[in-house]
């Protein structure tokens, strides 16, 4: 797959809406020219959680204010870019679509190649804004609302290999939830991460999921967090009953510390047991700051490299589709056809559609 025209810093228009956020990212070859975001967060709080079709709804009326705050951002006009990059999958059905139809359209009107591609893999090319190319080989450990993934990234414009994947709830839903659960609000993981800086990491021992020595033998690389929930919960039930009030912060705190102690020994585990030397952190639990402490700390005693993009490039923006089309475009992949469909469960393993 190697048959697209090769350009060397090619310009290149991204657009992502597979969630509430409607990102549309210039970039020219690694570097970012403009990060226009529009957010219906706000829309889904009193939910506690994203509704699809109020977030399609807002996707509708954001789209072209967004395109034209990043073309005034980045000084281009639509007619420059060589191509759009756009993301097919995975997200909400609806949401994609709509980021999907205005791909097209200005791909067909300003006859430029587009490039459907994969949310996930575009967590993972973002770093390269930021730090550099992508070092390669190397492991990316992806967590999200909707997935917790650890990967292994040969050539991240051919594909990833899947090394190990949560089995119940996603990183950021276990943040979300015990949110909920403390009355903290949606979404959970920046205000836990706030609320756990004046806790204490050690004052409740909560469960590490799927790291008994059992456990590890078929789930070495798998992420668990349904249970940490639920202790969670019985912890706090516990302390309501019996009249104490709840240690918001040393709940927040210690919860917090569960879930990144056990996301980043299996990050290392991975990266360990390949042989591979760096490790690219990415998804919106990456803007977490005690898991940027604590990957650096251990990383580093065992001469591993953590890369981990600044938060505003974690959390969901068009800037690292467009990243990712540009890489697509810098190694001469072939460009989709313009009938590409949404794919609302697009697997990791399909970073181009
Ligand atoms: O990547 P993202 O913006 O959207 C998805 O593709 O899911 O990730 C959103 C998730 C939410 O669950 C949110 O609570 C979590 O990332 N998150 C955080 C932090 N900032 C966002 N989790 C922990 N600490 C943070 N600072
Ligand atoms: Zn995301």
Redo the contacts with the bound molecule.
């Keep these: 797959m190697t048959s697209g025209a090769l350009v060397d810093e090619p310009l290149v228009l991204g657009i992502e809406t597979?969630?509430d956020?409607t990102g549309i990212g210039v970039v020219r070859g690694h570097t970012l020219l403009a990060d226009a975001v529009a957010s219906s967060v706000e829309e889904h709080a009193r939910f506690g959680g994203v509704v699809p079709e109020v977030a399609s709804r807002a996707h509708l009326e954001a789209m072209v204010p967004t395109i034209e705050r990043a073309c005034e951002e980045s000084g281009i006009k639509l007619h420059d870019v060589d191509a759009i990059a756009v993301t097919s999958g995975p997200?909400l059905a609806g949401a994609l679509l709509v980021g999907v139809a205005a791909a097209k359209a200005l791909a067909l009107g300003l006859d430029k190649p587009i490039y459907g591609v994969n949310?996930l893999a575009s967590?993972v090319a973002v770093d390269q804004l930021q730090h550099g190319p992508l070092p390669e080989p190397c492991v990316a450990m992806l967590v999200?609302?909707?997935?917790s993934s650890l990967l292994k990234v040969t050539d991240i414009t051919e594909g990833v290999d899947p090394m190990g994947a949560t089995i119940d709830d996603?990183?950021?839903?276990a943040?979300?939830k015990v949110a909920r659960l403390l009355g903290l609000g949606f979404?959970?993981?920046?205000v836990?991460?706030r609320t756990a800086t004046s806790g204490s990491s050690i004052a409740i021992d909560f469960p590490r999921g799927l790291s008994s020595r059992r456990d590890l033998e078929r789930h070495r690389f798998d992420f668990s967090f349904s249970g940490l929930k639920t202790a969670v919960a019985r912890w706090i039930e516990a302390k309501e009953r019996s009249g104490e009030p709840v240690p918001v912060a040393d709940v927040a705190a210690s919860f917090q510390e569960a879930v990144v102690d056990v996301l980043v020994r299996k990050a290392l585990d991975a990266a360990s047991s390949e042989g591979i030397e760096d490790i690219i952190i990415g998804?919106?639990?990456a803007?977490?700051?005690r898991?940027r402490v604590l990957a650096e700390e251990r990383a580093t005693k065992l001469g591993i490299r953590v890369r981990v993009p600044r938060?505003g490039l974690?959390?969901?923006n068009g800037a690292m589709v467009a990243a990712l089309g540009a890489e697509m475009v810098a190694r001469g992949r072939t460009p989709s056809a313009l009938d590409l469909p949404a794919d609302s469960s697009q697997p990791i393993t399909t970073v181009l559609v």
């Excluded at 999200?144 to 997935?147: A, C, E, N, V």
């Excluded at 996603?170 to 839903?173: R, S, T």
């Excluded at 979404?187 to 920046?190: L, Y």
């Design positions: 597979s969630c956020e997200g949310h967590h999200s609302g909707g997935h996603a990183a950021g839903e943040f979300d979404p959970g993981g920046p836990i991460d998804g919106g639990v803007a977490n700051s898991l938060p974690c959390t969901d």
